[in-house]
């Protein structure tokens, strides 16, 4: 369980890492934090979800897992499509780059895919709207 917990926070800082070296390339309009989404105005946040999260290992100890992650994107009085369009422009830019992430503990990327599309999280009274979409990456360890 433990090496379980170790290979997500791994996980997350890899795909973090990933997102925000190519913020521009990406079309982002600020730095995704790591846990953390600014009480209001703009703001991009990866976050841990329970869900589909596995890891199998065969018996020689090849290992394939999946892990489910959120992205929150937020903004205050400004118009919903430019909040949600940067969920859509990571979708994109993962679809183009499926096996480009590099995890560590020589773990290869088969696949990084939204599986639920962008969708109202929360709104507040001054204004401030956050979208949470919901993304998966797959991988595959050989021994």
């Given at each position: 369980?433990?090496n379980s917990k170790s290979t997500d926070v791994l996980i997350v800082k890899d795909v973090l890492d990933y997102l925000n070296k190519r ?121």
């Amino acid at each position: 369980m433990n090496n379980s917990k170790s290979t997500d926070v791994l996980i997350v800082k890899d795909v973090l890492d990933y997102l925000n070296k190519r913020q521009s390339e990406i079309g982002l309009p600020c730095p995704i934090e790591l846990e953390d989404i600014a009480p209001k105005g703009l703001s991009m946040s990866l976050q841990q979800i329970t869900g589909e999260k596995y890891v199998e290992k065969d018996i020689v100890g090849n290992e394939d897992g999946s892990f489910p992650f959120a992205i929150y994107s937020q903004n205050t009085n400004a118009d919903k499509l430019g909040i949600i369009q940067p969920l859509w422009n990571i979708s994109d830019y993962f679809d183009k780059h499926k096996q480009d992430i590099v995890l560590q503990d020589g773990k290869i990327t088969v696949n990084i895919e939204m599986t639920g599309t962008p969708g109202l999280y929360s709104r507040t009274k001054d204004g401030t709207v956050t979208y949470q979409a919901i993304y998966k990456v797959e991988y595959y360890k050989e021994v």
